[in-house]
């Protein structure tokens, strides 16, 4: 079974510009969770989505912003890049029932802005 | 103060000895307790997880939570060079799931 795939792996942006990144979860997984990854912060909830719809949203501003389509594939966009945004940004994703603690990761897509 | 606080390390220990890694919390509301390890230039994976208090079990890893004292801990015996890698603590609890900063844990031969 395939695991998440995350495109692409490495990017570098420059202030203010935009960024799309994209997840492809397990095969029958209707959850996808994204998360940023920084040293200093740790790794922090993003948003989740299920079945096309944001089911829950963490503390970013609104430049984070996401969607899943019907196929369970997702994209995040971040807008007006900061340099405080270089990170990894990693995508996870679940069956979608049950308790929400079993997230299958991706390897990451490394965000630097310059 | 962070709903969850895991002591960053780094922590080096020789093959063979007994790692305890850590992590306390505030939130009284979280439900399950999760261990992920994450080595480098890796997503997270799952190790171990766990409802209640008490112990849980798997080969060399023991998942131990106390929620009284809102204190998790991973024990791994015989530790290994494999181990070497990023522990991260995490609970979930509406929905939501919160990760520890992680603990750097290397295993020298």
């Known amino acids: 079974k395939a695991g998440v795939t995350q495109t692409p792996r490495y990017l570098i942006k420059t202030r203010g510009q935009q960024v799309t990144l994209s997840c492809s979860p397990i095969?029958?997984?209707?959850?996808v969770s994204w998360y940023q990854q920084t040293p200093g912060q740790g790794l922090q909830f993003l948003f989740e989505?299920?079945?096309?719809?944001?089911?829950n949203k963490g503390n970013f501003p609104g430049r984070f912003s996401g969607r899943q389509f019907s196929n369970s594939r997702s994209e995040m966009n971040v807008s007006t890049l900061e340099l405080g945004d270089s990170a990894l940004y990693l995508c996870a994703s679940s069956p979608g029932t049950g308790h929400t603690g079993e997230l299958f990761f991706g390897e990451g897509s490394r965000l630097t802005v310059l | 103060q962070k709903e969850v606080e895991q002591d960053p390390g780094p922590l080096s220990v020789p093959e063979g000895a007994i790692v305890s890694l850590n992590c306390t919390y505030s939130n009284s509301a979280f439900q399950y307790f999760m261990w992920y390890r994450q080595y480098s230039r890796k997503g997270p994976e799952l190790l171990m997880y766990?409802?209640?208090?008490g112990n849980k079990e798997d080969g060399r890893f023991t998942a131990q939570v106390d929620k009284s004292s809102k204190y998790i801990s991973l024990f791994i015996r015989d530790s290994q060079p494999s181990d070497s890698a990023t522990y991260l603590c995490?609970?979930?609890?509406?929905?939501?799931?919160?990760f520890g900063q992680g603990t750097e844990l290397s295993v020298k031969p």
């Open positions: 989505y299920f079945s096309e719809t944001q089911r």
């Open positions: 095969s029958g997984h209707r959850s």
């Open positions: 766990t409802y209640s208090s």
């Open positions: 995490a609970m979930s609890w509406g929905g939501k799931l919160i």
